[in-house]
């Protein structure tokens, strides 16, 4: 099962708004409202934004938002904050070859 | 509050077996009604998913383990583990153990994970 594609880095100025993309297959993304998106700090445990493709949990800043088209996920951050600078992951539930998760490849997100 | 610690031999031969503890407290592993499980990031690179279980639903793996991958469940403890066997220096990475968010998202719950280098 190959890794979901993710822009290696994106980069946006202060206040801006930056756009990621997370694209699989019909068997993973396109086949199933379960993406969810994480932001990993150096040296730090990733930290849940965003499940079921647009849902945010408790205590996750409504400046991130997800959606989904076809087999294309994407994550938006509004209002870019320095404090955004991170790592950012996609992942999907998907049933090629048998039920698992796959992530994606990150994308390193600059604060300009 | 739910917390979650991994513990294990940082270091492991080639071909031996690799195994994690999760130390679950703020939460009941056999009452839960949540999925747990184990990711892994090799040093510099990215996440991968390499298994959850549902305490009274079975277990799930990333097929690209080969079935090397096992774990196991110690309700008296409140812990859960991992054994992967035949390591290489491919399964160095950083081992994190969780508890998913709700079904379809696999872990809104971490550990703060724990290196494990695979070297003779």
């Known amino acids: 099962q190959s890794a979901l594609t993710q822009p290696a880095s994106v980069s946006g100025s202060p206040g801006q708004s930056i756009t990621i993309s997370c694209t699989g297959t019909?068997?993973?993304?396109?086949?199933?409202?379960?993406v969810s998106w994480y932001q990993q700090h150096p040296g730090k445990a990733p930290k849940l934004l965003i499940y079921?493709?647009?849902n945010r949990p408790s205590g996750v800043s409504n400046r991130f938002s997800g959606s989904k088209s076809g087999n294309t996920a994407s994550l938006t951050i509004s209002g870019l904050q320095a404090e955004d600078e991170a790592e950012y992951y996609c992942t999907s539930f998907t049933t090629s070859i048998s039920a698992h998760y796959v992530f994606g490849t990150g994308t390193d997100v600059t604060v300009l | 509050q739910l917390q979650l610690q991994e513990s294990g031999p940082g270091l492991v031969k080639p071909s031996e077996t690799l195994s994690l503890t999760c130390t679950v407290s703020?939460?009941?592993?056999?009452?839960?009604?949540?999925?747990w499980g184990w990711i892994r990031q090799s040093p510099g690179k990215g996440l991968e998913w390499i298994g959850s279980f549902f305490y009274t639903g079975g277990t799930f793996y990333n097929p690209s383990l080969k079935s090397r991958g096992t774990i196991s469940v110690d309700t008296s403890k409140n812990q859960f583990s991992l054994k992967l066997n035949s390591v290489t220096a491919a399964d160095t990475a950083v081992y994190y153990c969780?508890?998913?968010?709700?079904?379809?998202?696999?872990?809104?719950?971490w550990g703060q994970g724990t290196l494990v280098t695979v070297s003779s």
């Open positions: 079921d493709v647009s």
């Open positions: 969780a508890r998913e968010h709700s079904n379809g998202c696999p872990a809104a719950y």
């Open positions: 703020g939460d009941s592993i056999s009452s839960s009604t949540y999925y």
């Open positions: 019909s068997t993973d993304v396109g086949a199933y409202n379960y």
